[in-house]
């Protein structure tokens, strides 16, 4: 097999070989020789037409899932349309003014006491929801309107989930697509300024906010009603800053860079799915690719493995390896065909769900980059092979020198995380072989739990930004270099 593919057979060395192990877990027995003499024209009848359908039989005849594999609600997240919930959230506010019972929340007030907070709450106007966040990044549209499964709109829906979870009040301002303009946010700003807290903005809008005049976004002395600079917070799924005020003023889901760390949340959703026992998921064992589009799988260096390394897998270890890929480029979508991988299509994002929960292994192939995928395997019970596509010759063990196709997981080992360098075929199959045979258990790193993202929520924004801002405005005036501003 050395001289035929780019990988030898299993070692003992290297644990039981995994087409025993398999058997054993089956338990198949020997048929009596007798019967199976009986039984043999038949069975080569059978064998014939197995092979027939077998390409048909893969692609349709998908393994049973649980009779309880149902999806439950995440109580603290729900689609809708933006402007919609921008009226409802207005009509509130002004039958809370009405009332009487509309407080200045722009600034953090003064707490009330329990009574009388319980009296404001009972109206809908309680402390936290007249505090308006003004939503206007595209992702958080996205997310709201269920329109895309982004890695920023997986963010921004733990943000608003967060978000809810606290009964903190937000109206959306984006207005759509490739539109960074920011005067819808400033209308709503105007409306509501004695009670905005806070603006998330992509970095772009911050960018026209700060420069465009015309659009009167940002406070200067020729706008002295505009937002205040240190109230635009910027919402960046990255790891450069981009905010005008530096990294401070920008929120990133990762703890491994200089920004404003805003965790983000994968267990209300990885846990709408009951955890599957690895004794009921698929049969034979399935790996799924991380890898939404075809062109992933394509005949280039991008491409981390190869296709017959995939189908060598495939043999070796009698397992599947699937995907659901949109079909955007034909000469690989053929290839991936021909070679008998199984190709699902575009999957909804339950459907998703439901082929990581009955698989044993997700493996990357090099693209997408820094996908929250990874996070959902492991909440599920995967581990997941991610592809180092950079790493220092002289010194390739130094992680600090590892690029990855998920480089926010270059910390994690084995048994949650086999990180194998691209190309390297022979990693990547001790990496499955290990995979299948040291199985784990749902698995969410502290700072991705709920808890710890609604904490972190809540202080950003109960924070005093202002002082912030005030620190940074105080060194460029005394240093001469960053672009200054108005408090």
């Known amino acids: 097999m050395a001289g035929e593919h780019a990988y030898e057979p299993l070692s003992v060395e290297d644990g039981v070989p995994a087409k025993q192990a398999r058997k054993r877990r089956l338990h198949l027995v020997q048929l009596p020789a007798q019967l199976a003499r009986s039984r043999l024209v038949l069975s080569f009848g059978l064998v014939f037409f197995g092979l027939l359908c077998l390409p048909i039989l893969r692609l349709h005849l998908r393994p049973p899932r649980q009779a309880d594999f149902l999806p439950a609600e995440n109580p603290y997240f729900h689609t809708g349309e933006i402007w919609t919930h921008n009226d ?51 992702w958080f549209a996205e997310a709201f309107s269920g329109s895309s499964n982004a890695g920023e709109a997986i963010y921004a829906q733990s943000v608003i989930s ?125 790996a799924y690719l991380l890898a939404k589009q075809v062109h992933y799988l394509d005949d280039t260096p991008a491409f981390s493995w190869t296709l017959p390394a ?68 492991l909440c599920m019970g995967l581990p997941f092979i991610n592809p180092i596509l950079e790493w220092d010759e002289n010194d390739p063990s130094n992680r600090s020198k590892w690029h990855a196709q998920q480089w926010h997981m270059t910390d994690l080992d084995p048994p949650y995380v086999y990180s194998v360098k691209t190309h390297d075929l022979i990693g990547l199959r001790r990496a499955i072989h290990a995979a299948l045979t040291h199985p784990i258990d749902s698995w969410i790193p502290d700072y991705m739990r709920f808890d710890f993202a609604a904490a972190r929520m809540a202080e950003v924004v109960e924070a005093d930004w202002r002082a912030k801002a005030e620190v940074i405005l105080q060194d460029r005036v005394r240093t001469g270099q960053g672009e200054l501003f108005i408090l």
Not at 117 to 129: D, F, I, L, M, V
Not at 190 to 217: G, I, K
Request: net charge negative; with cysteine; proline share 7%.
């Open 310 to 377: 995939l189908v060598d897998l495939e043999r070796e270890f009698g397992i599947s390896v699937v995907g659901g890929m949109v079909d955007d480029d034909e000469a690989t979508s053929k290839a991936v065909d021909a070679a008998g991988l199984t190709n699902l299509g575009r999957l909804g994002k339950m459907e998703f769900y439901e082929e990581l929960a009955s698989s044993f292994v997700l493996v990357g192939v090099g693209r997408p980059r820094i996908s929250p995928s990874p996070w959902d395997a």
């Open 162 to 286: 967060t978000l809810n979870y606290h009964g903190y009040a937000y109206m959306f301002s984006s207005l759509g697509w490739w539109n960074h303009d920011m005067r819808k946010t400033s209308e709503i700003f105007h409306r509501h300024r004695a009670n905005v807290r806070a603006v998330l903005a992509d970095p772009e809008q911050v960018d026209v906010c700060w420069h465009l005049t015309e659009q009167e976004c940002v406070k200067t002395e020729e706008n002295p009603e505009g937002i205040e600079a240190w109230r635009l917070l910027s919402f960046w799924y990255w790891d450069d800053p981009g905010n005008p005020l530096g990294a401070q003023f920008t929120l990133s889901p990762s703890p491994r860079n200089d920004n404003h760390f805003l965790s983000f949340s994968i267990e209300p959703t990885c846990h709408r799915l009951p955890f599957v026992p690895h004794s009921r998921r698929a049969s034979p064992p399935q």
């Open 88 to 138: 409802e959230v207005s009509a509130r506010l002004d039958r809370c003014a009405s009332l009487g019972l509309l407080r200045a929340t722009a600034d953090p007030p003064p707490p009330l006491s329990v009574e009388e907070e319980a009296r404001y709450a009972s109206e809908g106007c309680g402390t936290n929801a007249t505090t308006i966040i003004i939503l206007s990044s595209l």
